[in-house]
């Protein structure tokens, strides 16, 4: 199989890094293509963007997770040994837990969770009849949702700590310098705290409700029927609690839209349920969360005319794919009705990854996202009286994950429950 890849490329990290949602797709766009191969990390990766290229990524023959996501993704975001960089047998298994822990009565259960959390917090945060950082706030309370449905032993003194490090291992992993320096260590600390409570757990040390994330976390038994070794189970403890409490993004981004798209908030007050999902699929399409998702290619293969080298690291762009114009029409336009006569596919809409979650590579915390979203704007509409006092909402794009450049604060006038 001829590879015409060219023989030298300049590296394009700090491209990509001050650029990192739309670096994929603009490129692709200028170039007319769905793939093109540049040097990120000093390593050739082919990038891809839009639903074929989706629609190839997730063709689990092609590709493969093993080692695919850079270091220092794995050394902050994700964490070594988990469930994103494992393949066939071992992933649906892996995977299996997580889509038991991500619906039914446990994503029910977080929601409640989540529910008492909003009225502890609002009640504190009329006490103090301040302004709020909102993301701040919004990972606080669902730093104690989480932990609280995961059944963690907690104290109320421990919120901010533990806030502190859940945060740091997605805010901090693609900070520069020290902060991320800081999603290591947080990481290191976290999976320390976590590995022993595993392992209390399985030697009958702590008392555990046996309905909790973390019980179903220490007693899964992997594809060779072996439970998992402490430190990995903490890893997959941490890829349910992390994703919970970075849905605090997605909150701000919803605040954000109904600031910025006034004209929506009388009907979703009034309990628009079907506008509700719209306006909230339209901010997950909308708003960059994740740039992109990273594997290996499996065997060689020729696709569009580019060459796919066994072994060699491939990007697929989420933003761009959801701005895609083949997709979408007038893609830059936030537009919620485009959800109520346009039915999204497993691979054009993809703010979370494609394809489907239990035998492919899909985020399971789906649900869990649109959930506390819905939640969020119930809380908000019917239960608040706030106003946003930031000026400027101008987005980050150049942040990871993007938020608005001022910290975006809101005042909270009236609580009602
Ligand atoms: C999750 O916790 O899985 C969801 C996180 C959402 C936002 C994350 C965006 C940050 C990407 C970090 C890249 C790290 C590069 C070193």
Redesign the pocket.
Known sequence: MPDQSKPFLSDHTVAFLSDPYRFIGERCRAEACDVFETRLLFKRTLCLSGPEAAALFYDLNRFQRQDAA?E??RA???GKGGVQGLDDAAHRQRKALFMGLTHGDALQGLLAHAADAWRECADEWLVLGEELVFYDAMRTLLTRAACRWAGLPQTEGDWPERTRQLSA??DE??APGLG?VRARMARGEAETWLADLIEDARAGRTDLPEDCATWAVAWHRDADDALMPPRIAAVELL?LL??TV?VS?YLVLLVHALALHPQYRAPLAAGDSVLADAFIQEVRRWYP???AVAARVRHDFLWQGQFFREGRRVMLDLYGTNHDPCSWADPEAFLPERFLSQTPTPFNFIPQGGAEAAGNHR?PGEAITVALMHQAMQMLLQHLEYEVTTQNLALDYSR??ALPREPLCIRVNTVRF
């Open positions: 850079p220092p993704v902050t975001l994700f291992l997605f992993a693609a991320h890829n992390r994703p970075a993004v969360f994740f740039p985020c990871l994950p």
